[in-house]
């Protein structure tokens, strides 16, 4: 049987007697942010935007206290509706006054249901008297089902009947993270347990893009299949793959945290594109109606509407590619301070210049910075100068490539592959200009906006295959590397060594301050957006080799390990506080805390946030203070306690952990049992009565 409306209608997707706001304007954002909420939308600002353009045009009240907003998006991938009824009206320009009854429809611009059918048999059922009463009268969401199905739900299928089929619908699904390390695949992992588990008629390969051994999806699998599943806050790398797949696009904690309702939105999706095809075989699937490659690229800047988005995930493609060279620049030249000593900074190049492991260097006199030209020697030489100065070299010019590599694939999560050129020329240019890291951001957003732009211009076909190769890259870095010369470079090199002056002459309580502050976004939403941000600041600082950058990362990096470690301490002590899945998390959080892989906090309070979530957001404040109160320092991005090695005053940095994992503990213990007594009470008290 083909879906009908109430496909479209979930029970969480009711609001009875609720108050939205007292403008149609608050009544919208809110029904925007519920089908966000209920895992229909990644982008609940994109839909209250085009909701409120489709309002601007013409007013979408009704008589008889109804009111419809309505709009085609690209913010969904199936057609959603969302019923509310207000304890207030509110005005949205009906004759009759305010309306109180309001349905919030969006489909999406290539969806395969039509619009107008779908608002047009809503307005249709609406007209009935008695359907308004009973909304009116209605208690339950149930209730509102039940009145839907009688004028919606017999009224025939919106799509044409489909064919029978009895092989399984086949979903594919794309996991990515900015460190592709935790959620890349603990998201994979939910999808497919979400499967084994719930959809025994669905089949499911999933592709990760992590840092890992990560398996490639075949070409034979990509043919076969009915929609596949983006789950990622970074560029899908290679995404011109799936160009001819129906698709839906969540974060990648979306995934994590609801696998069942992606995928049965997902499923959803299938079922509505074998009914309009009438596919009954894996050869008609290789038949489907396609976009093609002209119609895909010019659906981009869509996509990309509102910005904020699209522009935080191309920033977190940057640092994902960024993170590799960090960690090996980072730990080479830990290494090399090991070996070779910290005065290897100092002769590494004149090393390698005059010597050889058949002619080992002696101790060496080198010049301390601008102290007047003071001289100083060598702790070490000969074999450990010599290997500590290779190591110390190799791990510099690891580091030369991460403000350039940051641009390029910003410029890559924008544009594509022909942006990488352009982004790559920016931030070298950013380097030369003195502009560091905010260069390199901002040139990477430049190449790519400029290189998508570019690829909407219609162009002759003898001149389109030379467009990525050579055109669009030649174009982007001119246009590019001119901007930041004659213009941006001067500007942002300021920002940036006004932001290292800053850094460098924090005071003590300053310091501690802005460690706090790292160690609570690191901690308040465990791997979310906030998260990211203050993992960027710290990882995109490195490249700048301070003490003060050094300080913001081991800083940032004790909180980030501190939620997992506190809510295993917590399972241990007061076992019976838990459930015995969260038991069972406790023992692999161990492992994920002393990685630093904060996300192994992430089921404890996806389960009770509310309890979860100020104890690890306190432990990781006392954490960061603490790491930057002890003057600690971190060359490594990422590593947890196995990079302490890397560490300056690793003593310390192991002292900031334990106390801010020991708040976590004291914290979530005590909320979890206060309010357990709390509840008990409640529960004993009419007895007692």
Not at 51 to 59: G, I, T, V
Request: proline share 6%.
């Amino acid at each position: 049987m083909a879906p009908s409306f109430l496909t479209i209608l979930s029970a969480d997707a009711v609001l009875l007697d609720v108050d939205l706001g007292a403008t149609k304007s608050d009544v919208i954002t809110a029904l925007a942010q519920r089908v966000e909420d209920i895992g229909r939308s990644g982008d609940a600002q994109q839909l209250t935007q085009d909701l409120q353009a489709r309002e601007n045009q013409s007013a979408t009240g009704l008589p008889g206290g109804i009111a419809i907003p309505h709009c085609r998006t690209e913010a969904i991938a199936f057609p959603t509706i969302v019923f509310a009824r207000l304890s207030h009206p509110v005005d949205f320009g009906a004759t009759d006054g305010p309306a109180d009854l309001i349905f919030m429809l969006a489909t999406p611009l290539d969806g395969l249901i039509s619009h107008t059918k779908l608002l047009s048999r809503l307005a249709r059922a609406l007209v009935h008297d008695e359907v308004l009463a009973q909304l009116h009268e209605a208690e339950e969401p149930a209730d509102v089902f039940r009145l839907l199905n009688g004028p919606l739900g017999n009224s025939g299928p919106l799509l044409p009947p489909t064919p029978a089929c009895n092989h399984k619908i086949k979903l594919l699904a794309v996991t990515g993270c900015p460190t592709g390390i935790a959620h890349t695949y603990m998201s994979a992992e939910a999808l497919e347990q979400a499967i084994q588990s719930h959809f025994p008629d669905v089949e499911l390969h999933v592709e990760t893009q992590g840092a890992g051994d990560d398996t490639q999806l075949t070409s034979r699998q990509i043919d076969n299949a009915d929609v596949v599943i983006f789950a990622s806050d970074v560029a899908i790398r290679g995404r011109d793959r799936f160009v001819n797949l129906p698709s839906i696009s969540v974060g990648v904690r979306q995934a994590l945290n609801s696998p069942n309702t992606v995928i049965q939105q997902a499923v959803e999706l299938a079922r509505l594109s074998r009914g309009e095809a009438g596919f009954d075989s894996e050869s008609a699937h290789r038949n489907r109606p396609h976009r093609t490659r002209s119609t895909f690229i010019k659906s981009i800047p869509a996509s990309l509407q509102g910005k904020l988005s699209g522009i935080g995930q191309a920033v977190m493609t940057g640092v994902s590619y960024m993170i590799p060279f960090i960690a090996a620049g980072g730990l080479l030249i830990a290494l090399g301070f090991l070996i070779g000593g910290y005065e290897v900074g100092g002769v590494a190049r004149q090393v390698l210049t005059h010597y050889s492991l058949n002619d080992l260097p002696p101790q060496m006199s080198y010049l301390v910075g601008d102290r007047h030209g003071l001289q100083l020697t060598t702790s070490r030489s000969g074999v450990a100068l010599y290997i500590g100065s290779v190591f110390y070299a190799l791990g510099q010019m690891a580091m030369s490539f991460i403000i350039p590599v940051l641009s390029g694939y910003i410029a890559y999560g924008l544009g594509g592959r022909p942006a990488i050129a352009p982004g790559f020329v920016g931030g070298a240019v950013s380097v030369f200009l003195g502009a560091g890291f905010l260069g390199g951001i901002v040139t990477g957003l430049l190449a790519g906006l400029v290189v998508l732009l570019f690829r909407l211009i219609p162009v002759p076909q003898w001149l389109e295959t030379l467009m990525p190769v050579v055109i669009l890259p030649l174009l982007g870095s001119l246009i590019v590397g001119s901007l930041m010369v004659f213009g941006l470079g001067k500007p942002l090199a300021w920002a940036m060594s006004g932001l290292q002056t800053w850094l460098a002459g924090m005071s003590d309580t300053s310091a501690v301050l802005l460690g706090v502050l790292l160690g609570v976004m690191m901690c308040s939403d465990l791997g979310g957006p906030i998260n990211k941000s203050a993992y960027l600041f710290a990882t995109a600082g490195l490249a700048a080799q301070s003490g003060a950058a050094f300080s913001v990362m081991a800083a940032t990096m004790a909180a980030g390990m501190v939620p997992p470690l506190g809510l295993a301490l917590a399972t241990v002590i007061r076992k019976h506080l838990f459930t015995s899945n969260e038991q069972q998390n406790g023992k692999a959080a161990w492992l994920l805390g002393f990685s630093f892989v904060t996300e192994g906090a992430v089921p404890f309070a996806a389960s009770d946030p509310l309890r979860v979530l100020p104890a690890t957001t306190l432990g990781g404040a006392v954490a960061g203070g603490l790491s930057m109160a002890l003057h600690v320092g971190c060359r490594a991005p990422h590593g947890g306690i196995f990079v302490l090695f890397a560490m300056d005053n690793p003593l310390g940095f192991l002292a900031a952990v334990a106390a801010g994992t020991a708040t976590t503990t004291i914290v979530v213990i005590f909320l979890k049992a206060v309010l357990r007594r709390k509840n008990a009470g409640h529960k004993t008290a009419p007895a007692a009565a």
